[in-house]
Every structure is written in C-alpha cells, then in structure tokens.
C-alpha cells in the first residue's frame, strides 16, 4: 500500500503525456533519446501528386554537440542538418529544397560544415536549394544561405551580422580581492591561454586576433564564392559586423529578394520545374503533421532551458560566427 502511494504522484504526471489528452504534452526522461527524422506532410499538392519540395529547417543556435539539460537535451544541430539533407537526397521524388533559417548563427564549426555539407548535397543532387530566411539569419545563419541558389528573407527579417567573434571572462581581480591565487604548472608559455584566472598578455591577443582573421577572411571566401553579384571590394565595407533589414540586405547585394516562406517555396517549384509539388518537413516521429512554419525541434525539454544565461553550465570558449544581440 505504502508503495502504491509513493508511486501515485509519477503516474498521475504520466498519464497525460501517455494518453496524448494534454496540449503540448511531453515525456520527460533522464537522458535525452535519439529522435529518428520522419517524413511529414504539410501540404498534399493535390490528387496523385508525387513530386515533392522538401523544407529543412535551421532553427536556434547552430552548434556541433548536443545540448544536456536535467531532464533531458537538445539534439545536434549539425547532425539534424546532415540526416534531413541525406532523406531528401534518397528520395527521388524531392525535386527542391528550401532551407528554412531562423538563426543568429553559431560556432565557426558547425556553420562551416553545415554549409559544407549543403554544397556536397548540390553537387551529388543537383537539386536546386533556395534559402528562405525567417526572422533572423545572421552571421552564420547568413553563412549557411549563401550556399544556396537563391536567398529570400521575408520583410522583417534581420540578417548580417557577418564577422567573427570571441568571448572569455577572467576572475583575476576577484579572486586578488578575496586573497586566492591560482598555480598553474605547464608545459609552454602558452598552454593556459585565456585561462580565466589571469589577464591575457599581448602575444595571446596578437595570436587569437590572427585566428579571428582567418575565421573572417574565410567568412568573405565563402560569400564571394556563393554571390556571383558581390566582389571584395564592394563586401568588405559592409561586412563589419552590423546587421541588416531585409531592404538593407536586398539593396547591398546580400539577398536576391524580398518575400515570404510561401513564396520561397513556388520559386523551388519552379526551378525544379513543377507545377505542383507535395512540400513535406522531416522531424522526429513524435510530431504530428503541422504547417510551414511549424517547429521541428528534436530534443526533449530541458529544464535548463529556462533558467537565466548567467546560471547555465558554461560551454567554453569558442570562436563564433554569431550576432549576440539575441542573447
């Protein structure tokens, strides 16, 4: 019986999400689960249509590894990406795809080989890709769009933000006020480089100011390979790292047009070559049938989600392609 009672409050956590009768149910469980990518319809096209225009979404923070929370995680983006382009290059029947952005970007990593495997997807395929931004596709969320044929923002998009960035805290004075002192034994001068318990000196500025040089100069490689309009001379002076309106970006180069996801996805038919064209989403299995601007988020809740930035586990120091003014 004593059993019985302490069982009694989880089952009557679970039974909502186990019977499906709560709006936005979900199951919590202690590690997140791998999430397999399924097919889904969000507009049929008409009577024995077959031909079909694939959405891929890019959604949040683009970074290569996967996000733990308590109760759960978020699944890699990277990895997301790579599984959804490889279903739409099996499956004959997709003739385009639309990239559907709605990110400030990410780590240079994973912007880059996002991007990477987007143009691998355009060689083997030759399926046309059309970039459709949503709210915001800046600094690596832009790096992933010039990959594609043509980009579309919608008119309140914010976009840009093209430059490189790197953050990292130190506690040198704190812990001098508190009388700690931190002993660090190693190998070479440089081995705790922007180590938070001390200042960085020149040389390990002079050094991480070339590593952002480099990250940049490739950001302006990739966007002159990718805009046949744009030459260094006239990107340069706008890519300093400010962001951009729709208008802004149409009228500098950056974008080939503005309009909405709708319209992103006739111009994918077209390109392809169709008249009419199922257009399906890939997602976990778990989702039900949405529309064209439904999420298709693969992790699990985290309850780490909704806590301030400032009480979130830290992910180190990185180099990101990222506009910070989201955050």
């Known amino acids: 019986m004593m059993r019985a009672i302490l069982y009694l409050p989880v089952l009557l956590m679970l039974i909502p999400t186990l019977?499906?009768?709560?709006?936005?149910?979900?199951?919590?469980?202690?590690v997140a689960k791998p999430q397999r990518h399924k097919e889904r319809i969000i507009e049929p096209g008409g009577f024995w249509v077959h031909k079909k225009i694939a959405i891929i979404d890019v959604d949040g923070v683009m970074t290569n590894g996967s996000g733990v929370g308590l109760f759960?995680?978020?699944s890699n983006p990277v990895s997301d990406f790579v599984a959804k382009l490889r279903l739409?290059?099996?499956d004959s029947s997709v003739k385009a795809v639309v990239l559907r952005i709605n990110s400030p970007g990410g780590t240079v990593s994973a912007s880059d080989l996002m991007?990477?495997?987007?143009?691998?997807?355009k060689?083997?395929?030759?399926?046309p890709v059309i970039a459709a931004m949503l709210g915001m596709a800046a600094s690596g969320g832009y790096y992933l769009a010039v990959g594609c044929d043509e980009i579309y923002a919608q008119p309140s998009t914010i976009t840009g933000s093209i430059g490189v960035i790197m953050k990292t805290l130190s506690y040198a004075d704190t812990m001098k006020k508190l009388g700690l002192k931190s002993e660090t034994i190693k190998s070479g001068e440089l081995k705790d480089m922007m180590s938070p318990t001390r200042s960085l000196t020149e040389k390990e500025r002079e050094i991480l100011n070339r590593m952002i040089t480099d990250s940049y100069e490739r950001f302006l490689a990739v966007i002159l390979e990718g805009r046949d309009n744009l030459d260094e001379?006239?990107?340069?002076?706008?890519a300093d790292g400010r962001i951009y309106t729709a208008q802004q970006a149409l009228d500098l180069g950056l974008i080939d047009r503005i309009a909405y996801l709708s319209e992103a996805i006739e111009r994918a038919k077209e390109l392809a070559g169709l008249k009419k064209a199922k257009v399906v989403m890939y997602g976990p299995s778990y989702l039900k049938q949405g529309n064209l601007y439904s999420s298709n988020d693969s992790g699990t809740p985290s309850?780490?989600?909704v806590l301030p930035s400032f009480l979130k586990p830290s992910t180190g120091t990185r180099f990101y392609y990222l506009w910070e003014g989201v955050h």
Do not use: Y
Request: a positive charge; hydrophobic letters at 35%.
């Open 72 to 74: 759960g995680g978020r």
């Open 303 to 305: 309850m780490l989600s």
């Open 115 to 121: 991007h990477h495997e987007l143009l691998k997807f």
């Open 88 to 90: 739409a290059e099996k």
């Open 19 to 30: 019977t499906g009768c709560m709006p936005g149910a979900f199951l919590i469980e202690p």
């Open 123 to 127: 060689e083997k395929t030759h399926k």
């Open 233 to 238: 001379a006239t990107l340069r002076p706008i």
